[in-house]
Structures are given as structure tokens and as C-alpha cells.
């Protein structure tokens, strides 16, 4: 099942942040979420988006769905908390 | 000209190799330390598996000859309290910058100019301490009296295995072999979806580092290896003021002039590494400008100007110390790096844990 939304229920914006912040604000908001809810994450650093938050989010068990823009040179990171 | 050539290139060509590699396998020892505050341990196994690959490979090249020039591995003086303060404040400051020594450079390849004034603040922190307003602690610090050696004459750098007096294959053993078994518990052989995994990149990192021990020797007549202070500090000097070794004498076989300016071998590659993770990053599509929020501009400069102020203090990075001198077993890196976990972990709790656990939230 796809994880991407076109109606994530909260957008989180860590462009231009550098390591390990977008990791941590993305466990911080994902805390706030309730189950089921979906949280889009827009991340530029390639070794949070492609790493850390990946294996976070497979060690909590949450389903995560990473798309990369390659027009933009970013990641929108898709986390479904369960 | 034709020597001057491949000084030039081999600087080049290593820094570049270890730049390519360090984007391809999003290798940070900074990570790797932080990570083990919250159990992911996976940084860690290729940073281990790096030190294992580098401390038997330097070390084997060594005893079979191949160091030509200099003949042995540079180990570094033990001066316990530069070692220990130094390493303490450089560990903090990673944590701060977001990145360690080699981190911030190769990063400046991905396009965040938080990572450009990183780089300067490394250089601020190093310059104000060798040269400037923190000079006297430094020289206080390093100066040769309160340097510890042993031996009869007591004028050999401390190792791990002349201090326990065995033969140096003992201790790497002893070493080697629980990375080794670590190492092997987080399936290595798992290949990744993108990139390197981190066993490639440990792998590799290594192979970099042995590769720099023997093209130091080679080409500038110290087996020095992988270390970022020195050259950091030696590149800049070398822009700024034509010679890398400026207000101080220059060793001849570590230096090239061309047209009058004078560089050092190692400040080529520090030079080429933004350069090799350019090219990396170019082919993964990751590379574009990018501005972080003004704050955190601000605390990067910081972390990186505490990080340049540890390092000279200290004696060295987390390449310099964590990775290279861990290798050559010298007393002075093992307790550096040591301190450099400490310091970092000092940091991770009051940036990282506690902001968040005040908020009520795990992390």
C-alpha cells in the first residue's frame, strides 16, 4: 500500500537543515501524530532523507515512502505512524 | 616538473577518492558516535570496520617496507592535556556544526552553505589558536616538557605496544578481532538501495586512509596519512599567504613550490575533497545550493570555529586522531579519540536529549 498522500496530515519543512536536525524534527513531529496519520517531510540533506530517517522509521515499524525531485534537488519523505 | 606534477596530482587524486567515497557512503564519524546515544549502531560498524581495515593495512605496509621515505608510520607525541582538553572541545564542536572534519568538507561538495562557514570556522578556531588570542594556552599546552615519552632515553612516542611491551600483530589482534565480530552482526553483506552500504563505505574509507599513508611517504617524505587540522590550516595559509607552512620553517620534502608559492602535500587533498564528493553527488543527482535558516548559520560557524580551537589544541580530528592515528596505535590518538566520544556525547545530551526531553518527548 502507498504511503504517499496527496493529504499528508502534517507537512514538515527541513530544507537547508543540517544534520541530524531534519532527523530529529521529523521523531518530534511524528510524537505529536496520532496512529494512522500520515506526516510529509520535505528534506534536502541526502543523508537524512536516504539514511537516518528510513532506518528510523523501519525500526518503529512505520511505513515510509521517499520520493526525490530531482527538479528540485529534494526529497519529500512520506511516514504513516502506526 | 615532472615530481611537482604528481605531488600535485597524487594529492589531488586521494583527496578526491575520499571525498567520492564519503558522499557515496554518507561515511560521519560524527554520526557514528551520536548514534550510539540512541542504539543505531549501524555508523558505528563502518566507522570500526574503517579503523580495522586502516590499522592492519598502514601497519602491514610498514613492516613490509614500503615506506620508503620515512620508514615508519608518523605517530603522534603524547601530551596528555592538549590531548584530552583538545579532543573534549573538538568532540563538542562537531556536534554543533553538524559535521566533523572530514564531514563539513565533503559536505560543502552537496552545496549547504551552512557547511561553507563550517570550513571557515574551522579555520578561525585553528588560526586563533596557533597564532592568535589562545596561543599561550596552546603553547602552555603542547610544549615539549609536558609531553610523556617512555624509554630508556625516554624519547619514544608512547604506542599501545611498547607501553604494554608486546609485539604491535598482539595488540592489532586484540583490536581487530571484536570489530571484526561486530562488524559481522550488522549483515555487512546487505547491499544497499542507493549509494554504498556502510560496510562498502568502512571498507573503502580504509583502503583511502592505508593509500594516503603511502602516497604521504612517497610523495612528501612522511608516512603522515589522512588527517584534516594540518592540512586544513596548511591549505588556507597557502591561499592566503602563498605558503602553507607561513610563520613557521618549511620542511622541504613535505613541500612544492610553483612559481614561488609554497604548498604541502596534504593540503592538496583537502582541496580535492569537496571536489570528489562534488562528482559523486553530481552523479546521485543530490548536489544543490542551499541556505539553512540564519540560526543555524550562526551555530555552524561556532561549532566549526570550537571544533578548529580543539583540533589545534588536541593534535587532530576525527580523521587525523579517530581514524589515522587510532591506526598507527599511538597513545596520543587512542586517548584523543576517547575524549572526542566523550566530548560529543557531552554535547549530544544538552543540544539533543535534554531540549527534547523537556519538551516531554523521546527521543
Known amino acids: 500500500m502507498s504511503v504517499k498522500t496527496a493529504t499528508p496530515d502534517q507537512t514538515l519543512d527541513t530544507l537547508g537543515r543540517v544534520c541530524p536536525y531534519p532527523l530529529l524534527l521529523t521523531k518530534k513531529a511524528l510524537e505529536k501524530l496520532g496512529s494512522g496519520q500520515t506526516i510529509k517531510v520535505l528534506c534536502d540533506a541526502p543523508a537524512s532523507a536516504e539514511d537516518s530517517i528510513p532506518r528510523y522509521a523501519e525500526k518503529q515499524g512505520y511505513s515510509f515512502e521517499a520520493v526525490k525531485l530531482d527538479d528540485k534537488g529534494y526529497w519529500e519523505l512520506y511516514i504513516k505512524k502506526s | ?363
Not at chain 2, 598502514?58 to 603522534?76: K, P
Not at chain 2, 589482534?173 to 559481522?184: C, K, N, T
Not at chain 2, 587512542?334 to 523521546?362: K, S
Request: proline fraction near 3%; charged fraction near 15%; glycine fraction near 12%.
Open chain 2, 1 to 363: 616538473m615532472v615530481s611537482v606534477m604528481f605531488f600535485i596530482i597524487s594529492g589531488l587524486m586521494i583527496g578526491a577518492a575520499f571525498g567520492f567515497v564519503l558522499q557515496r557512503g554518507r561515511f560521519c564519524v560524527n554520526s557514528a558516535f551520536r548514534e550510539v546515544l540512541f542504539q543505531d549502531y549501524t555508523m558505528i560498524r563502518a566507522y570500526l570496520l574503517a579503523v580495522a581495515v586502516t590499522m592492519i593495512g598502514a601497519n602491514l605496509i610498514e613492516d613490509l617496507g614500503w615506506l620508503g621515505n620515512s620508514g615508519e608510520l608518523y605517530r603522534q607525541a603524547f601530551v596528555p592535556y592538549a590531548n584530552v582538553i583538545g579532543g573534549f572541545i573538538f568532540g563538542m564542536g562537531i556536534v554543533l556544526a553538524g559535521g566533523c572534519g572530514s564531514g563539513i568538507l565533503y559536505r560543502v561538495g552537496e552545496g549547504n552553505l551552512a557547511y561553507v562557514l563550517a570550513v571557515c570556522g574551522f579555520f578561525f578556531g585553528i588560526v586563533i589558536t596557533k597564532f592568535g588570542i589562545l596561543r599561550p594556552v596552546y603553547d602552555w599546552m603542547v610544549a615539549p616538557e609536558r609531553a610523556v615519552f617512555i624509554g630508556a632515553d625516554e624519547d619514544v612516542v608512547p604506542t599501545l605496544y611498547n607501553v604494554l611491551g608486546v609485539n604491535k600483530w598482539v595488540v592489532i589482534a586484540v583490536v581487530a578481532a571484536p570489530i571484526f565480530y561486530f562488524v559481522l552482526k550488522g549483515k555487512p553483506f546487505k547491499k544497499a538501495k542507493k549509494g554504498l552500504s556502510w560496510s562498502a563505505a568502512g571498507l573503502l574509507v580504509g583502503v583511502v586512509a592505508v593509500a594516503a599513508f603511502w602516497a604521504s611517504d612517497y610523495f612528501s617524505g612522511r608516512a603522515r596519512g589522512l588527517s584534516f587540522t594540518g592540512p586544513v590550516r596548511e591549505f588556507f595559509l597557502g591561499v592566503f599567504f602563498g605558503n602553507s607552512w607561513f610563520g613557521g620553517d618549511v620542511p622541504a620534502k613535505e613541500a612544492m613550490s610553483l612559481f614561488g608559492i609554497t604548498f604541502s602535500w596534504s593540503s592538496l587533498y583537502v582541496l580535492a575533497v569537496p571536489i570528489g564528493a562534488y562528482l559523486s553527488g553530481k552523479i546521485l543527482n543530490e548536489v544543490k545550493l542551499k541556505v539553512p535558516p540564519a540560526d543555524e548559520l550562526l551555530k555552524v560557524f561556532l561549532g566549526g570555529a570550537i571544533m578548529g580551537i580543539g583540533a589545534q589544541i588536541g593534535g587532530g580530528c576525527n580523521i587525523g586522531h579517530s581514524l589515522t592515528g587510532v591506526s598507527t596505535l599511538a597513545v596520543s590518538s587512542w586517548v584523543a579519540n576517547a575524549f572526542i566520544i566523550l566530548g560529543n556525547w557531552t554535547m549530544v545530551y544538552f543540544l539533543l536529549i535534554r531540549p527534547m526531553r523537556d519538551m516531554d518527548l523521546a527521543v
